[in-house]
């Protein structure tokens, strides 16, 4: 503020006055943080859904690129005259199969040490021969519903067994090639109750 004050009429003279410092009051703060707080609220509530999407998208993914592999393993095999060789793909770990194994596979486990393997991280299980994603616990809205069961995924040597013995044999039953299992989680896989 300026104030114009005068010594004789002819010169003015001007002094500053200088104000104390302007801050918020205690009440102020307390609404801006409570506002905040309700924004963040509201943001984590409408994103969190979309995290647990992420997840069971990338889980999706990562399916699709084993079953190509073992496509390819199968089909590298007829080419090379080594059809016979595919019943030994059945009940495999088709990590081995992938150039590189993803950055959350935890290697090779029995059933009791799933406990140590970190959720959002795969894990073969050398007990029931599967390929298992320890899924994350769900964030979005529906987090609080029944247990989710974790994927779990088998390979499988397709065939018409025609000599009825339970195994594939190269000369008397017919081949129709690997495929990779669902065995459990698929409600999960197929996004039900994801982002109701």
């Not at 409570?34 to 984590?44: E, H």
């Not at 190509?68 to 393993?73: D, E, K, V």
Request: charged residues 25%.
């Amino acid at each position: 503020m300026i104030v114009m004050r005068s010594a004789c009429a002819c010169q003015p003279r001007l002094s500053v006055r200088v104000l104390g410092p302007a801050g918020f009051s205690l009440l102020e703060l307390v609404v801006v943080i409570a506002l905040i707080s309700l924004l963040v609220g509201i943001v984590l509530n409408r994103l969190l859904p979309y995290i647990d999407e992420a997840e069971r998208v990338a889980v999706l993914t990562l399916e699709g690129q084993i079953r190509s592999t073992l496509l390819t393993a199968a089909a590298k095999r007829i080419a090379g005259g080594r059809a016979a060789s595919i019943s030994e793909l059945d009940g495999s770990n088709p990590m081995h199969l992938m150039l590189e194994a993803p950055r959350n596979y935890a290697g090779e486990l029995r059933k009791q040490d799933r406990d140590s393997v970190p959720r959002r991280s795969w894990y073969f299980d050398l007990d029931s021969r599967r390929l298992v994603y320890r899924a994350g616990r769900r964030l979005g809205r529906d987090h609080d519903e029944q247990p989710q069961q974790d994927p779990e995924f088998g390979v499988r040597v397709a065939f018409e067994d025609r000599n009825r013995n339970g195994r594939f044999d190269p000369g008397a039953d017919e081949l129709y090639g690997v495929r990779l299992q669902r065995e459990a989680g698929s409600g999960w896989l197929a996004g039900e109750a994801i982002l109701r």
